[in-house]
C-alpha cells in the first residue's frame, strides 16, 4: 500500500483534535494507539473496498468460516506489517519522539475466543487474505472475551474482559445490514401474504443482529477480506411504558434479555456446557450470517438456489455453528418455498465439518426441551432430517439396533450435533494426522463406515506473519539475512537455512537472539508482576489451556522431583532451569484450578528456598494470552507438549515454539508426530505410552497406577507431599489431585491420563534436556534444524489443503 508521511501525519493531527481536542504535546499514549490505529485504517481503506467489490465483479465463489470464536489478539502491528507501513508509521512516529513499542502495549486483545480453536480460525484468516483468496470470518461480537486472570493467593480469579472500554479504532459497524433473528415462538401452517402454503412463526422474540466489520489485511498483497461479528440488540429498546409507571427494572429487562446474546464468550475449553443461552449464542450468529448471505445472493443471482453452491462453501468451526445446516434448510423452504429434496441438496453441497476435539464430554448434545422450545421450526426440520435418516440408517446396518439407535441425530431425548455435521456435510476432516485416524478407527468408525468418502485430514498451521515476522523481529532478520525475503509467504524457504547447521558465527548469532529474547521476557515479567528470571537459564514452557489432559500436573510433579533432588543432595548440580506456566481454567473446572494453585505454591516454596540457590525457578505468568503469548514463545528453549497420547486433536502453540527454535518436550500425540517427522527424532525429546499403547491398556482394563508408585520411591515422595503439608499446611487444598491420581475419584479410576505411567519417562527426557543443554551449540544447531524444518506448519499450507480438496477457490487478485 502507498504510504505518504506527510498525509499520514495531518490525519493523526486531525484525528488527535476531533476525537480528543488535544495535539500530540497533550495526547495520552492511548490517544495516540487510537488515532495510529484509525489512521492506518483509512490508508487501508481504499484495498478493503476494492476487495469487496472485485470479489462481487468476478463472480466467484467465496469461503465463509463459521465460528464462535476469533482469537485475533492486536491488531496494529500486525496491520501495519502486512500492510506494508510498518516503516513508514515508523518514520512518522519517531518525528513526534514516539515508540511503536509503547503505543502497541495500548491496545487490548481481541480476546474473542478460548484457545487452540479461535486462534486457528484467526491464523486461517491472515493465510486466506495473504494468499489472495475470497475468505471471510463470521462470528459474535463479545461484549465482554475471554476473562481476565488474576492470581490472588495463588488462586485463579476472574474478572471481565472490558476490551471495549474504549471504542474500537478497527471496527466498522454496519447498521445498514442488520438482520432479524427470531426465537421462540408458535409454528403455523397457512397462506403467506403472497397466496403460498408455508410454515411460518408467530409471537416470535426478535431480536436484531448488527454486523461490525474488522478488515483482515494480506501480506505483500492488496487482498484486505472481511471478519464480520455480530452484535445482539433488542428491537424496541427500553419500554417506555413500563418506564413510565416507574417499573424500571421491567423496562429494561427485555433490552437486557436482548444484549445478552453477544455479552460474553463462554470460557469452556473442551468442555461441556449445554446452557440455553450457549444455544442462543450459536443461532444468532448463523441465522445472522446465512440470513447476509442470502440477501446478497438473491440480489446478485435471483433465487434460483441451485446456483448457491456455485458462489458459496462455509466451513463449520467444530459444532458450535452446526445449526447453520437446518437453518439453510428453513430458510429456502419457508421463506423460498424450495422443496425439500431441492433444500437438502443445497445444504449437502455447502457445509464442510472440522472435528477438534476427541474428548467424548465435549461433544455437543443439547436436550429437546431447550432445543425445541428456543427453536421450534428449526427442531422440526431436525427431525425430518433424522427421520430420513433412520431409514437410511436402517438399511445400512439391518439388525444393528445398537447403531440404529446411536447414530440417529435425536436420541435419549438430546440432539447430536455432530452426528447432524457428519450426516449433512460433504467434508468431515480431523485436524492432525493421528487425530483424524483416530476419528476414523475409533470415535466415529461407524461414520467412517457409511461416509467413508467424507473424512479427510487436513493437520493445523500457525501464521508466520503474526508468529515470526512481527513476534521475533530479530530472528525475521536473521532468517532474511541468510535466505533473503520470500519465507515470509512461503515457509517451506526456511529450509534453505539447513546448510548453515555447522556455521559457527550462524550458531552464536542464533544463540544471541534467544538470549535477547529472554532478556526482553525477563524485563516484561519484572514489570507486569515482579518476577525475577535468570536469561542464563533454560527457560522451559508450558503454556496452554489448563486441562487434565493437557497434563501441566506431570510438569509439577516433576519440578517437586527435581526440588527434593535438590534439596537431598547439595551436590547435585544440575544447569539452571526456569518453569515458566500460562494456563486459563474454565471458571467451573474445580480441578484444573486447583493445579493452578499448586504450580504457584510450588513456585511459592521453590523460589523462596535458598538451598535451590538459582537452580531452579517456576514462573507462572497471569493472564495468558495472545499478547503474551508473543513475548514467552520467542523467549524458550524447550516446549513442553506433554499430553496423554490420543488426547490432543493437534496442538498448534507446538509449531510456534518450533518456528521460534525451542525444542519439543512431547508425547506422540497430535501434531508433535508430524513435528519430529519433519525436524528428525534427534532434534526433540520425545518420550511416553503411545496412543496404541494406551488404547490397548484402555481395552484390556490392565492399568495399574499403583505399580508405578510401588516401583519408583521418588514418585512416590511427591504424590505423598501433595497431601503431608509440604506445599499446604492445612493438607487439604490438593487432596483431590492427590485422589485422582491414587484412587480415582467421582466414579473414574484412578489416574486416567496416565501421569503416574508416564512419570519416569518424562524424568528421563528432562535429563536428556539437561544434558543436550549444556552443550551450547550442539542445543543451537537442533534449534536451528527446527526452524529450517517447521515450513509445514504454516497455516498458509493448511490453507492451500483445504483450497484444494474441500473449498476450491480461485485466487482473486486485486489491483
Ligand atoms: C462448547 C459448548 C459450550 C461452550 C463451549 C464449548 C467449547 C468451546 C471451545 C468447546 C470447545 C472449545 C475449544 C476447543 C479447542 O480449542 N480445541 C483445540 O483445537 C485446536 C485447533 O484445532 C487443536 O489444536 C487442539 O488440539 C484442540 O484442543
Not at 55 to 74: I, V
Not at 102 to 127: H, K, Q, T, V, Y
Not at 286 to 300: E, K, P
Not at 311 to 319: E, G, R
Amino acid at each position: 500500500m502507498k504510504f505518504d508521511a506527510e498525509e499520514f501525519k495531518a490525519n493523526l493531527t486531525a484525528r488527535l483534535r476531533r476525537q480528543y481536542g488535544k495535539d500530540f504535546s497533550q495526547a495520552t499514549k492511548h490517544d495516540l494507539f487510537d488515532a495510529v490505529s484509525a489512521s492506518a485504517l483509512e490508508i487501508i481503506m481504499p484495498n478493503w473496498m476494492e476487495t469487496r467489490r472485485e470479489y462481487e465483479a468476478k463472480e466467484t465463489r467465496q469461503l465463509y468460516y463459521l465460528s464462535a470464536e476469533f482469537l485475533m489478539g492486536r491488531a496494529l502491528s500486525n496491520n501495519l506489517i502486512n500492510s506494508g507501513i510498518m516503516e513508514g508509521v515508523k518514520g512518522v512516529l519517531k518525528e513526534l519522539n514516539v515508540n511503536i513499542d509503547m503505543i502497541e502495549d495500548e491496545e487490548p486483545d481481541a480476546g474473542l475466543g478460548n484457545g487452540g480453536l479461535g486462534r486457528l480460525a484467526a491464523c486461517f484468516l491472515d493465510s486466506l487474505a495473504t494468499l489472495e483468496y475470497p475468505g471471510h470470518g463470521y462470528g459474535i461480537r463479545y461484549e465482554y472475551g475471554m476473562f481476565e486472570q488474576h492470581i490472588i493467593d495463588g488462586q485463579q480469579v476472574e474478572f471481565p474482559d472490558n476490551w471495549l472500554k474504549h471504542r474500537d479504532p478497527w471496527e466498522v459497524k454496519r447498521s445498514d445490514l442488520s438482520v432479524t433473528v427470531r426465537f421462540g415462538g408458535d409454528i403455523k401452517y397457512g397462506k403467506t401474504p403472497d397466496g403460498q402454503d408455508r410454515f411460518y412463526i408467530e409471537n416470535a422474540e426478535e431480536i436484531i443482529a448488527t454486523p461490525y466489520d474488522m478488515p483482515v489485511v494480506g501480506f505483500g498483497c492488496n487482498t484486505v477480506n472481511t471478519l464480520r461479528l455480530w452484535q445482539a440488540s433488542s428491537p424496541n429498546g427500553f419500554d417506555l411504558q413500563l418506564f413510565n409507571d416507574s417499573q424500571y427494572q421491567r423496562a429494561v429487562e427485555r433490552q437486557n434479555n436482548a444484549e445478552n446474546i453477544s455479552r460474553v464468550l463462554y470460557p469452556n475449553d473442551n468442555g461441556p456446557m449445554g446452557k440455553e443461552l450457549r444455544l442462543r449464542q450459536q443461532y444468532f450468529f448463523t441465522s445472522a450470517s446465512l440470513q447476509d448471505l442470502i440477501r446478497q445472493f438473491v440480489i446478485q443471482h435471483g433465487t434460483d438456489f441451485s446456483q448457491f453452491p456455485k458462489y458459496h462453501v462455509i466451513q463449520l468451526n467444530d459444532t458450535h455453528p452446526v445449526v447453520a445446516i437446518p437453518e439453510l434448510m428453513r430458510i429456502l423452504i419457508d421463506e423460498y418455498n424450495v422443496g425439500w429434496d431441492n433444500a437438502w441438496s443445497v445444504v449437502q453441497k455447502t457445509f464442510a465439518y472440522t472435528n477438534h476435539t476427541i474428548l467424548a464430554e465435549a461433544l455437543e448434545k443439547w436436550p429437546i426441551e431447550i432445543f425445541q422450545r428456543l427453536l421450534p421450526r428449526v427442531y422440526q426440520i431436525v427431525e425430518e432430517i433424522n427421520r430420513r435418516f433412520v431409514i437410511e440408517l436402517r438399511q445400512k446396518f439391518p439388525e444393528d439396533y445398537y447403531n440404529q439407535n446411536h447414530m440417529a441425530i435425536i436420541h435419549d431425548g438430546k440432539v447430536y450435533m455432530a452426528w447432524l455435521a457428519i450426516h449433512s456435510c460433504f467434508s468431515v476432516n480431523g485436524v492432525a494426522e493421528l487425530h483424524t485416524k483416530i476419528l476414523k478407527e475409533q470415535e466415529l468408525k461407524n461414520w467412517a463406515v457409511i461416509y467413508p468418502e467424507k473424512f479427510n485430514n487436513k493437520t493445523n498451521g500457525v501464521t508466520q506473519r503474526r508468529w515470526l515476522l512481527c513476534s521475533n523481529p530479530e530472528l525475521a532478520e536473521f532468517i532474511t539475512k541468510r535466505i533473503g525475503h520470500g519465507w515470509e509467504k512461503d515457509l517451506s524457504l526456511l529450509k534453505g537455512l539447513e546448510k548453515f547447521a555447522d556455521d559457527d558465527a550462524t550458531l552464536e548469532e542464533l544463540i544471541s537472539i534467544k538470549h535477547h529474547n529472554k532478556e526482553r521476557l525477563a524485563e516484561y515479567l519484572k514489570h507486569a508482576q515482579n518476577e525475577f528470571l535468570d536469561p542464563d537459564s533454560i527457560f522451559d514452557t508450558q503454556v496452554k489451556r489448563l486441562h487434565e489432559y493437557k497434563r501441566q500436573l506431570l510438569n509439577v510433579l516433576h519440578i517437586m522431583y527435581l526440588y527434593n533432588k535438590i534439596v537431598e543432595d547439595p551436590t547435585y548440580n544440575p544447569p539452571a532451569r526456569t518453569f515458566i506456566f500460562g494456563a486459563k481454567a474454565a471458571s467451573g473446572y474445580r480441578r484444573a484450578k486447583a493445579i493452578i494453585k499448586l504450580i504457584n505454591s510450588v513456585a511459592d516454596r521453590v523460589n523462596n528456598d535458598r538451598r535451590v540457590g538459582g537452580k531452579l525457578r517456576v514462573v507462572f505468568v497471569e493472564n495468558y494470552r495472545v499478547s503474551v503469548a508473543e513475548k514467552i514463545i520467542p523467549a524458550s528453549d524447550v516446549s513442553e507438549q506433554i499430553s496423554t497420547a490420543g488426547y490432543e486433536a493437534s496442538g498448534t502453540s507446538n509449531m510456534k515454539f518450533m518456528m521460534n527454535g525451542a525444542l519439543t518436550l512431547g508425547t506422540l500425540d497430535g501434531a508433535n508426530i508430524e513435528i519430529v517427522e519433519e525436524a528428525g527424532q534427534e532434534n526433540a525429546f520425545i518420550f511416553g505410552l503411545t496412543s496404541d499403547e494406551i488404547i490397548k491398556i484402555n481395552e484390556e482394563h490392565s492399568y495399574n497406577p499403583q505399580k508405578y508408585l510401588d516401583r519408583s520411591p521418588a514418585l512416590a515422595k511427591v504424590v505423598r507431599q501433595l497431601v503431608d503439608g509440604t506445599y499446604d499446611s492445612t493438607g487439604h487444598l490438593f487432596e483431590e489431585i492427590h485422589n485422582s491420581l491414587v484412587y480415582g475419584v467421582e466414579g473414574q479410576r484412578a489416574d486416567i491420563y496416565y501421569i503416574l505411567a508416564d512419570f519416569d519417562a518424562y524424568v528421563k527426557a528432562q535429563e536428556k534436556v539437561a544434558a543436550a543443554y549444556a552443550d551450547k551449540k550442539g542445543w543451537a544447531r537442533k534449534a536451528l534444524l527446527n526452524i529450517a524444518n517447521s515450513g509445514k506448519f504454516s497455516s498458509d499450507r493448511t490453507i492451500e489443503d483445504y483450497v484444494r480438496d474441500i473449498w476450491k477457490l480461485q485466487k482473486v487478485n486485486i489491483k
